[in-house]
């Protein structure tokens, strides 16, 4: 078999592995954020098309006017749309790309090569692309929508002289209406590019009717979505607080420079490619036997020309960070279009000067490693967090109107690049749930470092009692101070520093016991005793254990080092997943206690009463552990 055919079948391959990948993980993404508001806007009802188009209205006149709306609600509600249309997105995306980046169809194995080299950076140069494409919502939004607007340039990539027939410019035309209104921070940059391009191409004598009809359409797309009904509610009526002018004032320099820092840190991986493909280029010559027209003219000439699209490419996603000064809401998906042009123009370069096999090699292995590594990081975590999104589902669809619901975090609940993050921890999705299920309260349990002892869900519970009473009270007046959540010493200081505080405001009154408590918020996990104490005073002393939890090297085992006040006291040490499963580790007899952390979230340290009937544990250690 000839060694082309050999390398096409491999590029099919990677193409294909990495479709499946994005399919694969896209069907694995749980039922959360904008699924509920889609699912609470459409009442919860199957698609049809009537439906789909009531959608689409009801969201043009009174929410989220643009194009990725609608796709939207397909990838919610027609079954395995997203699995479909969101690989195909990401291939499109990255053949505009390439095809910007080139100037023509790719066709021989160096083009594929170069494709392929924008299938796999795409997953480090466009910005937190896991996160953004493995929701739904994103997806349709920020991505289906940046494969458009780029397919929407590659005309004029193709047709330099920016003319074309009546028919072309009419279809064009409508092209641009659609990509007009795909997104508020892009259009007025493709706006202003579309006008000097056609005046560029007008001094050089052409007539760029292809050009001006791209534009005129564009401008009544984005006319279309920046005065839509829809814009004065968005995002909770954001935009009639503030004009826009006074936003951007708002913001203050810093605040507006931030946003075009995060632009350069963005683009930083790839400004540094751009530098390393120049100096690889430049360091070596081309061989006798390389085809024509790569002499030493043409190669500048080439070079050039890359150069120039970098300037532009680089300047148009300027000027669309700067549109964000503006924008009521800011983020990592408002600068894939910017990165993706700055990636095309990164191929503009490496077409130019990367002109031997050995030379455009590294940059492939680069780019299929960037691949294989995407899978590793996301398909066993979207594997998990579908399994523990199912879970809650099912909790949600077995609760009962009333009920108070609790809902334990995933895994993974924080923003990554690759993952989105629990949506429970939003306390605006959890009144959609809230009202979805016609619940009295929905609670989230989870990692929050500000939170007692690194946790949400759950709170400290002081109580003291005087001498001659009874009873206990509740003392209102407990403070934390700045001490972190995981910081148990901090917490037994301020334990402290409230009781000397109680003692003075009871006056001829004896303060008998003070004792910090733990309680959950709703049911309470499983847990070795029913009651959690973090410290108690009592007869003048604090009575409160530390520990501490290491680990050695990259060792995935934990080690547990008591404080020495621990020593011989009749505690059994438990490690606790909070949420999850208690594990009996030992005794305080000075045995090793170990354990591997079995899943993603937040641990205690508890040291129980080991006597027969014993009912109490203290927190003695908290921390936070990825399994």
Same mark, same amino acid.
């Given at each position: 078999m000839p060694w082309s055919r050999v390398l096409l079948a491999l590029f099919v391959a990677y193409v294909a592995a990495n479709a499946l990948h994005v399919g694969y993980v896209v069907h694995h993404e749980p039922f959360a954020f904008d699924a509920w508001n889609v699912a609470i806007d459409s009442g919860a009802k199957p698609i049809t098309f009537e439906r789909f188009l009531q959608f689409w209205w009801d969201q043009y006149t009174s929410s989220n006017p643009r194009l990725g709306q609608p796709l939207t609600y397909l990838t919610y509600k027609l079954e395995w749309f997203a699995e479909i249309a969101t690989p195909l997105a990401h291939l499109a995306l990255s053949l505009a790309i390439t095809v910007l980046g080139l100037g023509r169809w790719p066709r021989r194995g160096r083009d594929l090569a170069l494709w392929a080299i924008a299938i796999g950076f795409s997953w480090f140069v466009l910005p937190q692309i896991g996160r953004n494409m493995f929701c739904r919502a994103y997806a349709a939004n920020y991505i289906y929508t940046a494969a458009i607007q780029l397919w929407f340039l590659v005309p004029l990539r193709l047709v330099r002289s920016g003319d074309a027939s009546l028919h072309a410019c009419v279809a064009y035309g409508i092209a641009g209406i659609f990509a007009g209104a795909c997104n508020e921070h892009t259009g007025p940059?493709?706006?202003?590019?579309?006008?000097?391009?056609?005046?560029?191409?007008?001094?050089?004598?052409?007539?760029?009717?292809?050009?001006?009809?791209?534009?005129?359409?564009?401008?009544?797309?984005?006319?279309?979505?920046?005065?839509?009904p829809g814009q004065d509610s968005r995002y909770g009526e954001i935009a009639q607080q503030v004009s826009l002018l006074t936003r951007m004032l708002q913001r203050g320099i810093t605040g507006n420079l931030d946003i075009v820092r995060d632009y350069i840190a963005y683009g930083a991986p790839l400004l540094a490619l751009?530098?390393?493909?120049?100096?690889?280029?430049?360091?070596?010559?081309?061989?006798?036997?390389?085809?024509?027209?790569?002499?030493?003219?043409?190669?500048?000439?080439?070079?050039?020309?890359?150069?120039?699209?970098?300037?532009?490419?680089f300047v148009m996603g300027l000027t669309m960070a700067m549109t964000l000064f503006v924008s009521p809401?800011?983020?990592?998906?408002?600068?894939?279009?910017?990165?993706?042009?700055?990636? %095309? &123009?990164?191929?503009?370069?490496?077409? =130019?000067?990367?002109?031997?096999? !050995?030379?455009?090699?590294?940059?492939?292995? @680069? *780019?299929?490693?960037?691949?294989?590594?995407?899978?590793?990081?996301?398909?066993?975590?979207?594997?998990?967090v579908s399994a523990q999104g199912a879970a809650r589902m099912a909790a949600l669809d077995a609760s009962k109107r009333g009920d108070i619901f609790v809902a334990d975090a995933f895994g993974q609940v924080d923003e990554t690049w690759w993952y989105i993050g629990d949506d429970f921890r939003d306390f605006q999705k959890r009144e959609l749930v809230q009202k979805y299920f016609a619940l009295s309260r929905v609670f989230f349990r989870g990692y929050d470092l500000k939170g007692p002892l690194g946790m949400a869900g759950v709170r400290f519970a002081p109580r003291y009692r005087v001498a001659?009473?009874?009873?206990?009270?509740?003392?209102?007046?407990?403070?934390?101070?700045?001490?972190?959540?995981?910081?148990? %010493? &901090?917490?037994?200081?301020?334990?402290? =520093?409230?009781?000397?505080?109680? !003692?003075?405001?009871?006056?001829?009154?004896? @303060? *008998?016991?003070f004792e910090l408590g733990v309680v959950f918020i709703g049911a309470p996990p499983p847990l070795p005793r029913p009651h959690l104490v973090v410290a108690r005073w009592s007869a003048g002393r604090i009575e409160g254990y530390t520990a501490k939890i290491s680990r050695r090297g990259r060792s995935t085992t934990r080690e547990i080092k008591l404080g020495k006040e621990l020593a011989g006291k009749p505690f059994e040490i438990y490690i606790v997943q909070v949420g999850g499963e208690a594990k009996k580790l030992g005794t305080t007899d000075g045995a090793p206690l170990r354990y591997v952390p079995w899943r993603s979230g937040v641990y205690w340290v508890l040291a129980c009463d080991a006597k027969p009937g014993g009912t109490e544990c203290f927190v003695i250690a908290a921390t936070r552990q990825s399994a």
């Open positions: 940059t493709f706006l202003a590019f579309l006008l000097g391009y056609a005046w560029w191409l007008r001094r050089r004598g052409g007539h760029p009717r292809l050009v001006l009809a791209g534009f005129l359409g564009m401008t009544v797309g984005f006319a279309l979505l920046f005065f839509a751009l530098v390393i493909a120049l100096l690889v280029g430049l360091a070596r010559k081309p061989p006798p036997t390389t085809p024509p027209p790569l002499t030493d003219d043409a190669t500048r000439a080439a070079r050039r020309r890359a150069v120039r699209f970098i300037a532009v490419a809401k800011l983020g990592s998906r408002f600068y894939i279009v910017s990165l993706s042009l700055l990636l %095309a &123009g990164f191929l503009a370069l490496a077409d =130019a000067v990367l002109v031997t096999r !050995r030379q455009l090699v590294p940059f492939v292995v @680069l *780019a299929i490693a960037a691949s294989a590594y995407a899978a590793v990081r996301t398909v066993p975590l979207y594997r998990q001659g009473d009874d009873c206990d009270r509740q003392y209102e007046l407990f403070d934390t101070g700045v001490t972190r959540g995981f910081d148990i %010493a &901090g917490v037994h200081r301020s334990t402290a =520093a409230a009781v000397e505080l109680l !003692r003075g405001q009871l006056g001829a009154q004896q @303060l *008998a016991r």
